[in-house]
T-cell receptor
């Protein structure tokens, strides 16, 4: 079946940029998503990219998609302590969405 | 954006009892709702897909008689954990889809079975 993989942990200093990487296997993916989950809460959609795009920027967030390598990244510029959370990558093809295991981002002051 | 609510947000129950969790789309009609289970520090595991007015489609390994799903209207889906046991303790999250590309997630329900 489809698989989505992410590194489990990332630690950065406040003010630095964070880059969270994700790889997926489903070549029929049409949409790729980044979600944020804070402790004890549900998922919040941060941004998504259609599979025929290679970049999308939204304020501090930049998503890069390399469809050939099936690689997706999320860059957070000027990372703040409030950005500390778990970030999930997800892909959606013809059917359901498949989620990665999440990357725990820790922002140190 | 669209809002999805869940009720209750937390529930503690005794082993052997049944627990019902509600998922509501507050400002849109959801053609499809999804139920996920999330273990600590783990990803979301899709349990079932629920379409209004029809039987839910369960993922492999999920017991449909254990996790009863009812999607009676375009704004409400319920998940009932029957005869709950401690191993059913988890964070249950629903999401709703209005027919487009985006899923809107509820805030989750923390179930603790004693």
């Amino acid at each position: 079946g489809e698989d989505v993989e992410q590194s489990l942990f990332l630690s950065v200093r406040e003010g630095d940029s964070s880059v969270i990487n994700c790889t997926y296997t489903d070549s029929s993916s049409t949409y790729l998503y980044w979600y944020k989950q804070e402790p004890g809460a549900g998922l919040q959609l941060l941004t998504y990219i259609f599979s025929n795009m290679d970049m999308k920027q939204d304020q501090r967030l930049t998503v890069l998609l390399n469809k050939k390598d099936k690689h997706l990244s999320l860059r957070i510029a000027d990372t703040q302590t409030g950005d500390s959370a778990i970030y999930f990558c997800a892909e959606k093809g013809a059917g359901k969405s498949t989620f990665g295991d999440g990357t725990t981002l820790t922002v140190k002051p | 954006g669209a809002v999805v609510s869940q009720h209750p947000s937390r529930v503690i129950c005794k082993s052997g009892t049944s627990v019902k969790i509600e998922c509501r789309s507050l400002d849109f009609q959801a053609t499809t709702m999804f139920w996920y289970r999330q273990f600590p520090k783990k990803s979301l595991m899709l349990m079932a897909t629920s379409n209004e007015g029809s039987k839910a489609t369960y993922e492999q390994g999920v017991e449909k008689d254990k996790f009863l799903i009812n999607h009676a209207s375009l704004t409400l889906s319920t998940l009932t954990v029957t005869s709950a046991h401690p191993e059913d303790s988890s964070f249950y999250i629903c999401s709703a889809n209005a027919g487009g590309s985006e899923q809107f997630f509820g805030p989750g329900t923390r179930l603790t079975v004693l």
